[in-house]
């Protein structure tokens, strides 16, 4: 059950005379310890028993009423189910009265009493002013780097970085998480749920990069610029007019997709909040810097400056990592954007210029220009997306080149300063080769996105007092079995993997907590890791690419179903890209796959499971798709390999034979 910070919405005596009525030794319900499967679990009662009581004391009229009044209780945090499997229900399940709900139902300090208004009423900008708060909540504030403090980052703020957490008292846990992105609280979750006493520290916001500024507000965004370019599409191919006949126009109000985007992030935020961690999954959680002091514990440090010593029988590292910062002259001076500030933007920026023609920055490059930005996409190489199927990438392109994203490619960095006209305006000098020849280009931008990777966070953890290895450049170093140099600790997420995906974090989280609490042996190279970056149509991959399966001299025959033979496809106006896919030659095995699609992330997952379970493209063919579908498309690979098997002789034969 999820649930946010619990405001109690009747008087807290109105709760404590229930309790009491609940419990009272003769008029309440029987609470005593009970036994099931071998284990006796103290002091509970009957789910069915407490809807019984409801309904006899006039608490409900119906049993559906009881269960809704007993789960509303239940966000109230004053019983809980003794597992904390369940939520409220009308069974033989056992809940046990929780003698400490009233410090949980307390009203948390919230941020918002320490924020005034968003600068002047109306008014807009790129980073909206703050109205002054005390010095030390003001300074944390903008450490938390979350703005505008609007209610929707209130509430984001409350969820996932409570302003006044109390850190737990104990100091000796089975497993301590350090980070609480996605690969930590996979770690901290699976690992409480197991029965493992397990506590997890954050110094910055709960959910990490990918609730914060990474999957969750990018997906918001790019949802709104898919919107736009539906609504553009729909008057030229589907016939959408005014009643008056005319054509529409239309423009984007940038402040509320962001709004959307903060809105949406906010309710999000409460499946990662501190108190759901704490409270309802049993993880110990404290808000503060993680430092190892010894091989077997970790110092934290809170923000009054606190500091507690835990000792663990096993941690892990799930620190994460921040964006990369390229070594241009000047940057230091200008004010640039990173994934982790762009998305606390209000205000529509005339002129973007992007460095780094990688996933985030495609993604975000075609976004704005959908807005209405100027964009222009600066990569180093020769081809944006440089590690993706060529023929892949040629189709993002012409869908960028429509969407008005100027691309500059093989760009060498000169420096970066501000207009002297205007010092919100960075100018970025670059050379760039123009027929054949190096130019110079000034490029002016309001903004100044940098989206050039991602560096692991393993400063200032105290590794080497853990006898822990690692570098700077590739996180903390694990065997196949995600171990570090320390035999006691794990690391897992993108502190330690070239594959910064959430389900990466994720997949490599599961195999920890198998790994560490159970003796495991499972090994990190076995996964089989699908990815898509979701550009407009998308694009997605799995397995190795060709490239590779040349370089290790694996000869493989190919097979691409392109979407404009697709009749889905063609009626949904949805023809640029295909499906393609790379077997083992003389086989039908498949080894790699790449889609390319509006739907190519959820298409990938059908060809991953081919592959996983090693399910030939013979036998794919003979799987039944729903018609019309665009995953049409990949049976149709099947029916293309089967062809493949019909010789001269074979096919002469069964010619005769139809003839009969």
Not at 617 to 631: D, G, K, N, R, S
Not at 637 to 657: P, V
Request: charged residues 25%; aromatic residues 8%.
């Amino acid at each position: 059950m999820e649930k946010d910070a619990v405001t109690v919405s009747v008087p807290i005596e109105d709760l404590e005379d229930l309790v009491q009525k609940i419990t009272d030794p003769n008029t309440g319900v029987s609470i005593k310890d009970r036994s099931w499967l071998l284990k006796t679990y103290k002091e509970c009662f009957i789910g069915k028993e407490l809807v019984d009581w409801f309904i006899a004391n006039n608490y409900a009229a119906t049993r559906e009423e009881a269960v809704d009044f007993g789960n509303k209780l239940m966000e109230y945090y004053v019983f809980a189910h003794v597992t904390r499997d369940h939520k409220f229900k009308d069974e033989s399940l056992y809940y046990r009265i929780d003698p400490d709900w009233k410090s949980k139902v307390e009203v948390p300090e919230s941020w918002g009493r320490f924020i005034g208004n968003i600068g002047e009423s109306g008014k807009a900008s790129l980073q909206p002013s703050l109205r002054p708060t005390s010095d030390d909540m003001h300074e944390a504030l903008l450490d938390l780097e979350v703005t505008p403090h609007d209610k929707h980052n209130i509430k984001l703020l409350d969820n996932v970085h409570p302003s006044e957490w109390k850190n737990p008292t104990n100091t000796k846990y089975n497993m301590v998480v350090i980070g609480a992105g996605a690969a930590g609280l996979v770690t901290a979750a699976s690992c409480a749920g197991l029965g493992a006493k397990t506590a997890i520290i954050e110094r910055h916001l709960m959910g990490g990069d990918c609730l914060n500024y990474g999957c969750v507000p990018s997906k918001a965004l790019l949802r709104a610029a898919s919107a736009v370019g539906d609504a553009r599409n729909a008057v030229k191919e589907f016939g959408l007019t005014l009643a008056n006949g005319e054509a529409p126009e239309f423009k984007v109000d940038f402040g509320a997709v962001m709004e959307r985007m903060r809105r949406l992030r906010a309710d999000i935020s409460k499946h990662d909040s501190a108190r759901r961690f704490q409270y309802e999954l049993g993880v110990d959680v404290f808000i503060g810097t993680a430092k190892f002091v010894g091989s077997d514990s970790v110092e934290v440090t809170s923000a009054d400056g606190t500091k507690q010593v835990l000792k663990f029988s096993h941690a892990t590292i799930a620190a994460g990592a921040r964006p990369a910062v390229p070594p241009i002259p000047g940057i230091d001076a200008v004010p640039y954007y990173t994934n982790e500030t762009i998305f606390n933007l209000t205000e529509l920026p005339k002129r973007v210029v992007v460095v780094g023609s990688g996933a985030v920055g495609c993604e975000l490059s075609q976004a704005f220009a959908r807005f209405g930005s100027q964009v222009t996409l600066c990569s180093r190489s020769d081809s944006i997306l440089s590690r993706e199927d060529a023929e892949a990438v040629a189709v993002i392109e012409k869908s960028f080149e429509k969407d008005g994203v100027t691309l500059l490619k093989k760009v060498e960095y000169v420096n970066a300063r501000k207009s002297k006209k205007d010092p919100n305006v960075t100018i970025l000098t670059i050379m760039v080769a123009e027929n054949g020849q190096k130019a110079i280009k000034k490029l002016k931008a309001d903004v100044l996105l940098l989206c050039t990777g991602r560096i692991p966070n393993v400063k200032n953890l105290g590794l080497e007092s853990a006898g822990i290895k690692f570098t700077e450049k590739d996180g903390v170093v694990v065997d196949e079995h995600l171990q570090t140099t320390n035999s006691s600790v794990y690391a897992c997420g993108d502190v330690c993997s070239q594959f910064k995906f959430t389900h990466m974090a994720d997949a490599m989280a599961r195999m920890v907590v198998r790994n560490a609490l159970f003796l495991g042996r499972a090994k990190v190279s076995d996964l089989l890791i699908p990815w898509s970056t979701y550009t407009m149509p998308e694009i997605a991959h799995v397995g190795p690419f060709e490239r590779d399966l040349e370089a290790q001299g694996v000869k493989t025959s190919t097979f691409k179903v392109e979407f404009k033979a697709v009749d889905r496809a063609i009626l949904d106006d949805d023809t640029e890209g295909f499906v393609k896919v790379w077997v083992k030659e003389g086989t039908d095995q498949v080894l790699a796959a790449t889609v390319v699609n509006p739907k190519a992330g959820d298409l990938i997952s059908e060809l991953t499971v081919v592959i996983q379970n090693k399910i030939g493209l013979a036998t794919l063919a003979t799987v039944i798709h729903p018609y019309p579908t665009q995953a049409d498309a990949i049976r149709r690979l099947g029916d293309m390999f089967n062809k493949t098997r019909l010789t001269t002789f074979a096919k002469i034969f069964l010619r005769k034979l139809a003839q009969r």
